[in-house]
């Protein structure tokens, strides 16, 4: 077996050149496959971590999933806004323990702007009853002295380059060219928030007063022409918020879950919907799920045709070395010493090609894991591979195993029939 | 010689030379077709094997044995003499005429007896374990730490919620890997009763979990 | 060392037998030139010797072991074993040094290996003294085999076959392909190295002024029974 060993390395090097081409695509598909599959748990991880503590997520009513992606996560399009006196009919139910009112739609360089009660700070959590905490500054109190003090999330900061005591504006809508600015209302910011991993880190946090403040003067979506309210003449307004786009809401006893949804539902005044967000992420992964296994079928079909080019190489070169066979004949080996060798040569190759395409998901991870980050809010871990992803791993090198057994074979059959004397 | 043995070679016949290859070659392409396919399948397989439809109750078989927890139904959660169906069963539907409110108010009675339903206080206190669908909240990646059981398939996702008296929120003392909502589940661990006197909050059953273990048939494992 | 007593091999599919011998001895230590044209069935009988191939009847005895009687599997050890064999050309893997080429025998053969290290203290060691004993200038040892002349790769052939000091070694057309120079002096080397290791040689070729150097003296076409092979070629036809 040694022998074999040694022999197929020395063969397969004095080949390198067409093998390594060969070991070059499987690990591409390697990559594929690895690399997909961390992305998605790293995907699910990143999100199923983003919110809890949260019993209900309140807003119009949609759909599930939408409610949920654009209240935690600020993505997909607007809901519907509900009426703020529903919120206050949700905070006096019996069983509700806390409600935070949210209130989306600006943005400020791509970044979204969410206007909420300073409440949301302490209530708000993710992972594992972890808690939102100021890296430097101090929170809004949601005073009017304090109007148009905003607190950024830490990656909001980091890519602005953004210190406390910094002026910065908001636009109307999602921001982009031809996007409005609430120029002449500049807001303050006050404090910075430590890194959570969450959408939190991307957000720019404002009261719901400062979110009245800059739309007095506007109607429908635009500024009203020839009408200007200075900044500091608008707290002279009511600043309560008529409406907000959805509330997280905590209950006193986690088992009265659904007799409050119940409640939410039946709501009369206006039409409502409350949701689970475990159970919206689960009815997320239903809607991405059937994508996933179009896209893993995809992949592994990537997998066998970089297969079947190791085979087609292998193959196509064992005419050559049928000479080479025969000495090996010669010297003591039978048929079944040729196919293990061959085996083995096609095994090796699979196993570089493999080693390399993780290689290049690890790499991947490391250079690209900040950036996505940044821009998506997923965090991609650069943690050790998990089972499922070594499970695939040894699938992959399986078919490959399998696959030099077409070639194997071949020379099984030739080596026999050639015996010492090769037809070339 | 070689002339000749070449001829010889070809005059064998084809189909046994070539047909082991073939033979060979369909059985491994069929093999990595079939890996690829599997796959996709096995993508996001859930874990337990048999599918319910909504409204499928666990079957349970009493305990062969007592580890000290108490095996329980979701029956003895609920008081022996409640039933919420009791204002509508009073009322003599047939003798109503169509769209009375008699009718809709019994109704609206039944889903508040539904919401009001009564803890059995007696089984406060209780090392038990029971059955059940878990709906995950929380969770961190798979990693589950409360949720809340159910007695049936579906709750809350396709049907109507069970009653108050027949959810369970479990705190677990070490978090679960791999529940998946709807999943089926064996907990065991301590029941504690909210009454509506003796807290502040609505009534209902806490338990905090010790232990996490798949359902795959009838008895606890 | 060789006894063949009315062997015949018949290939599969076959209607006649290409190769029947009644008789054939060699005994330890000697040296056979077998004459065989093209077609005469030489390569059916080295396959029986060097157990490639199993007498169809009859009887094929190597060092007093019925080749008959043993498998494919077996046939093989036996070989790495006891047999060194030379090709008419490509004898070595190209891929390999000439000093891995020459050791090959011994990596298929723990008693071969044995043999080896009683002769030299190591594999290596009479590998390097055979490779000496061959004339090769030691420093192409470590060069790849692809690297050297024809006639270089033919003389380490020949050592590759004695490595372990074989009790038969088999040539099979190995001068064909050196031109007239190189021809005795490789003849003479590998009678002289034969001799010196103890090995029985049977060599094939179709130049009969080479049998002045041998023992013993056959014509294949003689003493194969099984006629002349291009009759079969026309009851094949």
């Known amino acids: ?35 997909f599959e961390r992305l ?72 979204p702007v969410l206007a909420t009660t300073p409440e949301f700070f302490t209530r708000f959590q993710y992972g594992y009853k972890q808690h939102v905490a100021l890296a430097s500054g101090r929170l809004f109190d949601g005073s009017l002295d304090g109007l148009y003090d905003t607190v950024l999330g830490a990656e909001v900061a980091d890519a602005l380059g953004y210190r406390l005591g910094q002026h910065i504006t908001l636009s109307h809508g999602a921001g982009g060219p031809g996007g409005i600015e609430h120029a002449d209302k500049p807001f303050t910011v006050a404090g ?37 309210i200075p900044a500091t003449m608008a707290r002279k307004f009511d600043l309560a918020p008529k409406q907000v786009t959805a509330a997280l809401v905590g209950l006193r006893s986690r088992s009265a879950v659904f007799k409050v949804q119940r409640f939410v539902a039946e709501y009369p005044q206006e039409a409502l919907m409350g949701v689970l967000p475990g159970v919206a992420l689960d009815q997320l992964w239903d809607v991405v799920g059937v994508g996933e296994k179009a896209l893993l079928a995809l992949s592994a079909l990537v997998a066998v045709v970089s297969f079947a080019g190791l085979i087609a190489v292998v193959l196509a070169g064992l005419n050559e070395r049928r000479r080479e066979l025969a000495v090996l004949r010669a010297v003591g080996a039978g048929p079944r010493q040729v196919l293990l060798l061959l085996l083995v040569e096609g095994t090796l190759v ?5 080693a390399f395409g993780a290689a290049l998901v690890a790499a991947i991870t490391f250079g690209l894991g900040p ?10 871990a650069a943690s050790a591979p998990s089972s499922a992803e070594w499970q695939l791993t040894l699938e992959i090198v399986g078919a490959g195993v399998v696959a030099s057994l077409i070639p194997a074979w071949r020379a099984y059959r030739l080596s026999l029939v050639d015996g010492l004397s090769p037809r070339v | 010689m070689d002339k000749v043995i070449v001829r010889m070679l070809k005059e064998i016949p084809m189909s046994h030379r070539y047909s082991s290859s073939a033979f060979v070659l369909s059985i491994a392409a069929a093999t990595l077709l079939g890996w690829a396919g599997a796959q996709a399948a096995a993508s996001s397989a859930p874990s337990t094997a048999p599918a319910y439809k909504i409204g499928d109750k666990l079957q349970t078989k009493p305990a062969t044995k007592s580890s000290g927890a108490r095996q329980i139904e979701w029956d003895e959660l609920m008081p022996a003499d409640w039933d919420p169906m009791k204002g509508v069963q009073t009322l003599q539907l047939a003798a109503l005429g169509d769209g009375d409110p008699r009718a809709s108010a019994a109704l609206e009675k039944l889903k508040k007896a539904w919401d009001e339903a009564p803890v059995v206080p007696a089984m406060d206190k209780q090392h038990v374990v029971i059955a059940g669908f878990a709906v995950p909240l929380d969770a961190e990646g798979t990693s589950v730490h409360e949720m809340l059981l159910v007695p049936y398939f579906g709750a809350c996702i396709h049907t109507p919620p069970p009653p108050a008296n027949q959810v369970i929120h479990v705190i677990l003392s070490k978090p679960a890997k791999g529940v998946r909502m709807m999943d089926t589940v064996w907990i065991t661990g301590t029941l504690h009763v909210a009454t509506a006197t003796t807290s502040l909050g609505p009534s209902g059953y806490q338990l905090d979990g010790e232990s996490v273990a798949p359902y795959r048939g009838g008895t606890h494992p | 060392m060789i006894e063949i007593r009315n062997a015949t091999y018949r290939w599969r599919g ?35 010797l060097a157990g490639v191939l199993a007498p169809s009847t009859g009887e094929v005895k190597v060092l007093g072991t ?8 077996q046939r093989d050890a036996f070989r790495a074993d006891h047999v060194g064999y030379i090709f008419q050309q490509f004898n070595l893997l ?64 020949a050592a590759r076959a004695l490595i372990g000091s074989p009790e038969l070694v088999i040539a099979d057309e190995p001068t064909s392909a050196l031109d007239a120079a190189l021809r005795d002096g490789f003849m003479r080397l590998l009678l002289a190295e034969c001799e010196r290791a103890g090995s029985a040689l049977v060599f094939v070729s179709h130049d009969e002024r080479l049998a002045e150097h041998f023992d013993q003296r056959l014509s294949l076409p003689a003493i194969n029974r099984a006629g002349t092979p291009t009759a079969l070629a026309e009851v094949v036809a």
């Open chain 3, 94 to 157: 190209p891929y390999l040094s000439v000093e891995d080429n020459v050791l090959l025998a011994c990596r298929f053969s723990a008693y071969r290996a044995r043999r080896a290290d009683q002769a030299k203290r190591s594999p290596l060691g009479h590998a390097r003294h055979l490779l000496k004993g061959i004339g090769l200038d030691d420093e192409l040892w470590h060069r790849k085999a692809s690297e050297l002349s024809v006639g270089q790769q033919q003389r380490v052939a």
């Open chain 1, 192 to 228: 910075i928030l430590q890194r959570t991993g969450t959408p939190v880190d991307r957000t720019v946090h404002i009261s719901l007063a400062a979110m009245e403040a800059i739309h007095l003067d506007w109607v429908g979506g635009a500024p009203m022409p020839g009408v200007s």
């Open chain 3, 66 to 73: 019925a080749l008959k009687g043993l498998t494919a599997a």
């Open chain 1, 1 to 35: 077996m040694n022998a074999l060993l040694s022999i197929a390395w020395r063969s397969g090097w004095n080949r390198r050149a067409t093998l390594a081409l060969v070991a070059f695509s499987i690990g591409l598909s390697t990559f594929l496959l690895l690399g």
């Open chain 3, 14 to 48: 076959a209607d006649v037998d290409c190769l029947d011998i009644q008789s054939l001895d060699l005994a330890a230590g000697a040296s056979l030139f077998l004459h065989g044209p093209s077609g005469s069935g030489k390569s059916t009988l080295l396959g029986l």
């Open chain 1, 350 to 354: 699979a196993v570089l090609g493999v």
């Open chain 1, 371 to 380: 950036w996505i980050q940044s821009r998506y809010g997923i965090l991609l």
């Open chain 1, 40 to 111: 998605r748990g790293d995907i699910r991880d990143s999100f199923s971590q983003s919110v809890s503590g949260t019993d209900l997520i309140v807003g119009a009513r949609t759909g599930g999933v939408q409610l949920m992606l654009y209240s935690i996560f600020h993505l997909g399009g607007a809901t519907n806004n509900i009426r703020m006196d529903s919120v206050r009919a949700l905070e006096q139910n019996r069983d509700v323990a806390w409600v935070v009112p949210l209130s989306l739609g600006d943005s400020h360089h791509g970044f």
